[in-house]
């Protein structure tokens, strides 16, 4: 992409910040609003997914999807300075659960493998993936189909299929990540808030939340569009169990609502700062 002379920012990432202020200014529907030039999509047909991997090429492609990502978690671990702060509260989590983050990159949901690694025993780490993330091209689109990915469609059958596939998961004992957030707003530093699925499935099927929030510090050193290079820290806080004397919908609301206090919290502690919306700006979006 060409960059902004004057500035010496990417051009593009200047654009994604501006449709991050005026969203933010915005508020309500807008926090769940796309920022990035995504291209079209379509709905996901039931039969151009295989969310269980039965069949064989899947099984192929997930293959070679994890050894690609077991690189990448290497290289952007050293990259980003990946650190786990509050593991002792993934630990303690014997049956599946589902793990929520806040999303701001294409790589911090390396950050939350890592995290996810620290439980007792060896887990499988599923994606929850926006639709339009399955027509990608090239190896990010491979990698988006094939590695442990759920992608979300507004096909009415294809989404049963992805329920029962997450009842699956779950059953199994493993992880599914979650973004309540929605949209991926780059090095977007604040909470926002959240949509409900997560917290129903993890209602309706009785496993628990585990809420991560990923801060960011910078290296002091400048990205090739830039902007400051940044390192992760991944918190990961005490998990969230529904009460079995609510209902489905009771124990998502208030699962939902003590998610985004503790992640609130997170964000004034680490950043030293009152949470406020309607003042983000290109002088603000690295002011830490």
């Given at each position: 992409m060409?960059?902004?002379?004057?500035l010496?920012y990417d051009?593009?990432r200047?654009?994604?910040?501006?449709r991050?202020r005026?969203?933010e200014i915005e508020?309500?529907?807008?926090?769940f609003?796309?920022?990035?030039?995504?291209?079209p999509?379509r709905?996901?047909?039931?039969d151009?997914?295989d969310?269980l991997?039965?069949?064989?090429?899947s099984k192929?492609?997930t293959?070679?999807a994890l050894i690609?990502e077991?690189?990448?978690?290497k290289i952007?671990?050293?990259?980003?300075?990946?650190?786990?702060v509050?593991?002792e509260?993934?630990?303690?989590?014997?049956?599946g659960?589902?793990?929520?983050?806040n999303?701001?990159a294409?790589?911090?949901?390396?950050?939350v493998?890592?995290?996810?690694?620290?439980?007792p025993r060896k887990r499988k780490?599923?994606?929850?993936?926006r639709?339009?993330?399955f027509?990608?091209k090239?190896i990010?689109?491979f990698?988006?189909?094939?590695c442990r990915?759920?992608?979300?469609?507004?096909?009415?059958h294809?989404?049963?299929?992805l329920d029962?596939?997450?009842?699956?998961?779950?059953?199994?004992?493993?992880?599914?990540l979650i973004?309540?957030?929605?949209?991926?707003w780059?090095?977007?530093?604040k909470?926002r808030p959240?949509?409900?699925?997560?917290?129903h499935?993890?209602a309706k099927y009785k496993v628990?939340?585990?809420p991560c929030?990923?801060?960011?510090s910078?290296k002091g050193?400048?990205g090739k569009?830039?902007?400051?290079?940044?390192?992760?820290?991944i918190h990961?806080?005490q998990p969230?169990y529904?009460?079995?004397q609510?209902t489905i919908?009771?124990?998502?609301?208030i699962?939902r609502?003590?998610?985004?206090?503790?992640?609130k919290?997170?964000?004034?502690?680490i950043y030293?700062t009152?949470?406020?919306?309607g003042d983000y700006?290109?002088?603000t979006?690295?002011?830490?």
């Amino acid at each position: 992409m060409k960059k902004e002379k004057s500035l010496g920012y990417d051009k593009g990432r200047l654009e994604v910040i501006e449709r991050i202020r005026q969203n933010e200014i915005e508020g309500g529907e807008s926090f769940f609003n796309d920022v990035e030039p995504d291209p079209p999509s379509r709905p996901i047909l039931p039969d151009e997914v295989d969310y269980l991997n039965k069949k064989f090429s899947s099984k192929i492609k997930t293959f070679f999807a994890l050894i690609i990502e077991k690189i990448c978690e290497k290289i952007f671990k050293k990259k980003f300075d990946i650190t786990v702060v509050g593991e002792e509260n993934i630990k303690g989590i014997e049956a599946g659960a589902i793990i929520t983050s806040n999303h701001f990159a294409p790589t911090e949901n390396l950050a939350v493998k890592i995290a996810a690694g620290k439980a007792p025993r060896k887990r499988k780490l599923f994606k929850v993936v926006r639709e339009g993330n399955f027509f990608m091209k090239g190896i990010i689109g491979f990698l988006l189909k094939n590695c442990r990915t759920l992608p979300l469609s507004s096909n009415v059958h294809t989404t049963k299929l992805l329920d029962n596939a997450v009842e699956t998961i779950l059953k199994n004992g493993d992880f599914i990540l979650i973004y309540p957030e929605q949209a991926m707003w780059w090095n977007y530093r604040k909470p926002r808030p959240y949509r409900i699925g997560a917290y129903h499935f993890a209602a309706k099927y009785k496993v628990p939340i585990v809420p991560c929030f990923v801060t960011l510090s910078k290296k002091g050193t400048t990205g090739k569009n830039g902007f400051p290079d940044v390192n992760y820290t991944i918190h990961v806080m005490q998990p969230l169990y529904p009460d079995p004397q609510k209902t489905i919908r009771e124990n998502a609301e208030i699962m939902r609502a003590e998610n985004a206090r503790m992640c609130k919290e997170k964000y004034e502690e680490i950043y030293k700062t009152p949470l406020t919306y309607g003042d983000y700006s290109l002088d603000t979006a690295f002011d830490f």
